[in-house]
């Protein structure tokens, strides 16, 4: 017989899980409290770190149902999700997901919905990546300079590599200068 559990997640302690476990309900899932497990951990976060959704993976079987009321409740990164989902269903556990429709991603119509949302994903990636090289590009050839300004001025880098010069320890200078131990080998291996 097949069991049905609900994964309500949120962000900060500020926000309240409760809305999800409703929207659940009102679809027609009947989940028994003790099957609920709620979350305030960031999306961000690997599936895998995340002690909440470990503890209700171990307690499914074979069979079982997970209910989400969207995607972005199991992860914001579309690959972490589908290999999460993949795992599922080798064990036999539907995942449905309520913003899609009540949707099994393990069926084949919950498997082309996440070959769509994967390829969306994954061309958004593409055109982040070449949003950024273009204005990297652009940026290199009027002059700016690209990376983080330097810590020190031309002068005190001139005046580090003196010291370096004289013997100084390069933990010495960076007392001296009020920065990193980096920061004056960077400057020692510029010269």
């Known amino acids: 017989m097949s069991r049905t559990f609900a994964y309500a997640r949120v962000s900060t302690f500020d926000q309240t899980p409760e809305n999800q476990i409703q929207e659940i309900k009102a679809a027609g899932f009947a989940v ?7 979350e305030t951990i960031s999306g961000s976060m690997a599936i895998a770190q995340r002690e909440g ?14 209910i989400v009321t969207k995607l972005d409740r199991l992860g914001r990164d579309a690959i972490d999700v589908s290999t999460t989902v993949a795992k599922l269903e080798e064990i036999g556990i539907h995942v449905h997901c309520l ?4 949707v099994d991603l393990t069926s084949s119509a919950g498997k082309m919905t996440m070959n769509v949302i994967n390829a969306v994903a994954q061309f958004e990636r593409d055109l982040l990546i070449e949003r950024t ?4 590009a652009r940026a290199k050839a009027s002059g700016t300079p690209l990376g ?4 020190l001025s031309k002068d005190q880098q ?3 590599r003196e010291k370096l010069h004289n013997g100084e320890t390069i933990s ?10 980096q920061t004056i080998m960077r400057v020692r291996d510029q010269a």
């Open 32 to 38: 028994e409290p003790h099957r609920i497990i709620t």
């Open 53 to 66: 959704l470990s503890r209700l993976l171990d307690k499914m079987e074979k069979g079982d149902v997970l």
């Open 99 to 102: 913003a899609l429709g009540g």
């Open 133 to 136: 090289q273009s204005g990297l």
């Open 148 to 151: 983080r300004p330097s810590a």
């Open 158 to 160: 001139n005046e580090v």
């Open 172 to 181: 010495a200078i960076a007392r001296q200068f009020e920065t990193s131990r």
